[in-house]
């Protein structure tokens, strides 16, 4: 590690870290830092710790590459290895390749002239160094105009795969690292890892789909940093590129956009922490307060082999997720998971050092991420008001699915409107039979035979007697039948009809 000591205008010595630029004291506020009194007048010995590395551990195929350009680097010290890997459908096999490290990174030379770059950037960056300080936006198209001096040019720099995430200090009292990688109980579709040290210790968790591994670890412990933070880190590492093409991201040019990265990170590692499901039983010791119809699911949310049972589908799993989320706002002492993407989006606004990130306050919330919020962890509010929605059959506001039309009081209101709707619809179906029986009996009058009878459609049961009124009308030799309700109305304007006629013939006579 490189250490400069020098004394600033105020008279203090001032100890930096890592090409870090020396400042004036009274501007040390504005930097993460530890300060100690040493037994010299007037003196202070600042100890700087700075965190996160963005992108590591790149694997990167050079296109159109003359490997005599290596060759004649007398940096690079080339030797013949043969090395176990993994073919694309998982099988081991051994390869055979010249390889050089320098700094970090291992540039190799396969058999059938093929040239890669693998290793640590971060590293490569630090001369060789560990990579568990903060390796910012500018650090990075550093080591990439570095790694030109090797001829590796950017858009020619083909990504196989990387690491994306951040290393994140702890300083709450009652946390640590594996309060955060513990309490991740269950992820959709992944296959769930121990991770441990050189000392077979537990340091964290990874979560292994096809192209993606999401790992949650100490790196305090893995690393053995000399901190008085816990740290714990949370990356993403894209086994496969095919995930993240849509990003417009293939080559390590692709790597120097801010806008690509700020996408990636709102995108994918912001997005993977939302979609994980986190309980921290010290946030949440007592679960007597719990009304009673919440205890019995509690029972189920707790249990990760639970969240894992292949008959539930998606839509009932998130729906539980919701709630289970809701849960833990309302009872828990505190929510681990909204505290662990505030690092992260804190963190990461320090590492890719743009104006456009985080947003501005007019941008809307989006997917349940914080990615509207500020960075000192305030809510920002939204550019529009929600509007308030209310029920269309009893008129209270509807709190819970904005996109419902009613209240979900019991399903009163929903079955209330339903049963309207269908009387609504008889109604109509009715009147319009009616207009019809009475043009029938105005414009034909004694003009059709009329037989009453029952319902010929009817299903006969054996011993009921059939009472059901039914009309058939013969008009011009076709035959209209009407039932039920019809038929009664027909018969009693009919009736009505001969009455009126009667009438009129009495009166003429």
């Given amino acids: 590690m490189i250490q400069n000591n020098a004394r600033s205008k105020s008279g203090y010595v001032c100890r930096t870290f890592q090409r870090v630029e020396l400042f004036d004291f009274f501007r040390i506020e504005q930097v993460k830092t530890q300060i100690y009194r040493v037994r010299m007048p007037h003196y202070f010995f600042i100890k700087i710790y700075?965190?996160?590395?963005?992108?590591?551990?790149?694997?990167?195929?050079l296109s159109d590459f003359d490997f005599k350009l290596w060759q004649s680097d007398s940096r690079l010290q080339f030797q013949f290895k043969i090395a176990d890997e993994l073919d694309k459908y998982d099988n081991v096999i051994q390869t055979s390749s010249e390889v050089a490290q320098y700094?970090?990174?291992?540039?190799?030379?396969?058999?059938?002239?093929q040239c890669f770059v693998k290793g640590s950037i971060h590293r490569f960056f630090n001369n060789g160094g560990n990579n568990s300080n903060?390796?910012?936006f500018s650090n990075f198209i550093e080591a990439v105009e570095e790694l030109e001096d090797f001829g590796v040019i950017p858009d020619k720099?083909?990504?196989?795969?990387?690491?994306?995430?951040?290393?994140?200090?702890?300083?709450?009292?009652?946390?640590?690292?594996?309060?955060?990688?513990?309490?991740?109980?269950y992820r959709s579709g992944e296959i769930e890892k121990c991770m441990s040290d050189d000392g077979n210790s537990l340091i964290g968790k990874q979560f292994v789909t096809e192209d993606t591994t999401i790992k949650s670890y100490d790196k305090k412990q893995q690393a053995k940093l000399e901190s008085t933070n816990e740290i714990v880190r949370y990356e993403l590492r894209f086994r496969r590129m095919r995930l993240i093409k849509r990003f417009g991201i293939t080559s390590l040019k692709d790597l120097t956009d801010k806008n690509k990265l700020i996408e990636l990170f709102d995108k994918k590692l912001l997005k993977s922490v939302s979609e994980s499901?986190?309980?921290?039983?010290?946030?949440?010791?007592?679960?007597n307060k719990l009304p009673d119809y919440q205890k019995k699911k509690f029972l189920n949310w707790r249990n990760p082999k639970w969240w894992r049972e292949q008959n539930m589908t998606r839509k009932v799993r998130n729906k539980n997720k919701i709630s289970f989320?809701?849960?833990?706002?309302k009872h828990a002492k505190y929510d681990i998971k909204e505290i662990l993407k505030q690092k992260l989006i804190n963190e990461f606004s320090n590492v890719i050092e743009s104006s456009n990130f985080p947003p501005d306050n007019n941008t809307q919330k989006k997917q349940g991420t914080l990615a509207a919020c500020i960075v000192s962890g305030n809510r920002v509010e939204e550019a529009t008001t929600v509007k308030k929605k209310y029920c269309l059959t009893c008129g209270k506001e509807i709190k819970g699915n904005k996109k419902s039309?009613?209240?979900?009081?019991?399903?009163?209101?929903?079955?209330k409107a339903y049963n309207q709707k269908v009387s609504e619809s008889r109604k109509a179906k009715r009147s319009k039979k009616e207009k019809e029986i009475l043009h029938l009996i105005k414009d034909l009058g004694n003009e059709f035979n009329l037989i009453r009878t029952t319902n010929p459609n009817r299903k006969k049961i054996k011993g009921v007697l059939n009472r059901k009124t039914s009309i058939i009308a013969t008009i011009g030799g076709k035959k209209k039948y009407y039932h039920g309700a019809d038929a009664r109305f027909f018969l009693s304007e009919f009736d009505k009809r001969l009455t009126q006629n009667l009438l009129n013939t009495t009166n003429n006579e």
Wanted: aromatic share 12%; charged share 25%; glycine share 4%.
């Fill in 50 to 61: 700075i965190l996160s590395p963005l992108i590591d551990y790149i694997n990167i195929h």
């Fill in 134 to 136: 903060r390796f910012t």
């Fill in 277 to 287: 499901i986190y309980l921290d039983w010290k946030a949440l010791p007592n679960t």
């Fill in 157 to 185: 720099a083909i990504l196989r795969s990387f690491e994306f995430g951040l290393n994140l200090s702890i300083s709450e009292k009652k946390l640590t690292a594996k309060s955060f990688y513990n309490s991740i109980i």
């Fill in 405 to 415: 039309k009613y209240c979900n009081d019991q399903r009163k209101c929903r079955d």
């Fill in 325 to 329: 989320e809701t849960l833990i706002k």
């Fill in 103 to 113: 700094k970090g990174l291992d540039f190799i030379h396969t058999l059938s002239g």
